[in-house]
């Protein structure tokens, strides 16, 4: 109908944040907006990884092929991903991909000189630019109780092996290898709405009241043990798994329990892993899937898409 405006205004609500996690609701939108942030929070936020490995000497026991897999997986610190070049749409380099717009040039040069094993690890990376640098996993207590921290293994090395190499870092999106995403875990679930029939409840005994409590896999409802009522404590813990539904259909007592799903109302968990901030990932993924929605509203201009964004916007049209 003419003049009828379908824009909602969707509200985010921080519930924990932590470096690597973060917890929120998303509502006022649908599962289409929530399912898209999800995608591109895995597959298209860009990280920097390890992409090309020159090994000058390795006598470990492990090939070339799998020293250079096991690099490629090393999350690296990626706060100015976002701004740096794709390797294959940078003028400096020709496409190349190694020059300081669009690589970071990483070093490594390992030799066991004693009886005692020497583990190769990436803290031994050595990188050309502070902005770029293996993921620090340590704890932080561990530090001051004098443990030392190695960092990720690559590879273990005894007498005499040596491993000198050279690593070229570039940006990508887990679309292209899982190694570009800096998402260890998306999820999001409805939000749960759970209404029981109070009427319906003060009829049972206390053992059908436990009984019925207890069919529910997750800690989802409990028995107040002063009022004797049964309440929901964890809504969120509910797995819509229906078991509370069957119990009080065998119980005779169908609509004991009404449980919707809130279809405005989602809730989000995200582990980074540790590539950038958990709560920087969120912010990229909306700038990302900014930018895709403004690539489809220009892409009957095809060549404003294409000078404003590159590939994105013939991707975005299906070439």
């Not at 409590?213 to 107040?224: A, G, M, N």
Request: with cysteine; proline share 3%.
């Amino acid at each position: 109908m003419e003049g009828m405006s379908y824009q909602r205004f969707p509200k985010v609500k921080i519930r924990e944040l932590k470096d690597d996690y973060a917890k929120f609701e998303l509502r006022d939108t649908d599962a289409s907006v929530a399912n898209a942030l999800r995608r591109v929070m895995i597959a298209e936020v860009p990280t920097v990884a390890i992409d090309l490995v020159e090994i000058e000497v390795n006598s470990s026991v492990l090939n070339d092929e799998f020293i250079a897999h096991r690099l490629g997986l090393i999350p690296l610190t990626s706060e100015n991903a976002m701004s740096m070049r794709f390797s294959r749409d940078c003028d400096a380099c020709d496409g190349d991909g190694q020059c300081e717009y669009c690589s970071v040039e990483f070093h490594l040069n390992a030799k066991c000189r004693t009886d005692q094993t020497l583990d190769v690890t990436s803290k031994d990376l050595i990188s050309a630019d502070h902005r770029v640098t293996p993921v620090d996993f340590g704890d932080p207590a561990a530090y001051d109780s004098g443990d030392q921290q190695r960092g990720i293994i690559i590879v273990k090395l005894r007498r005499g092996q040596e491993l000198r190499l050279r690593a070229i870092a570039r940006k990508g999106i887990g679309k292209d290898h899982a190694k570009w995403s800096p998402a260890a875990t998306v999820t999001f679930m409805y939000e749960p709405e759970i209404h029981i029939n109070d009427e319906m409840m003060e009829n049972l005994t206390l053992e059908e009241k436990k009984a019925w409590v207890e069919s529910s896999p997750t800690k989802v409802f409990d028995i107040d043990p002063n009022t004797g009522q049964v309440v929901v404590v964890d809504p969120e813990a509910y797995t819509y798994d229906d078991e509370v539904l069957k119990k009080a259909e065998a119980m005779g007592k169908p609509g004991l329990v009404e449980i919707y799903a809130k279809e405005d109302s989602f809730i989000f968990t995200v582990e980074s892993t540790g590539a950038i901030k958990a709560s920087q990932l969120v912010l990229n993924a909306i700038e990302v899937l900014k930018q895709k929605l403004d690539a489809v509203r220009l892409s009957e201009d095809t060549v404003e898409a294409d000078d404003q964004f590159g590939e994105l916007g013939a991707h975005m049209r299906g070439g």
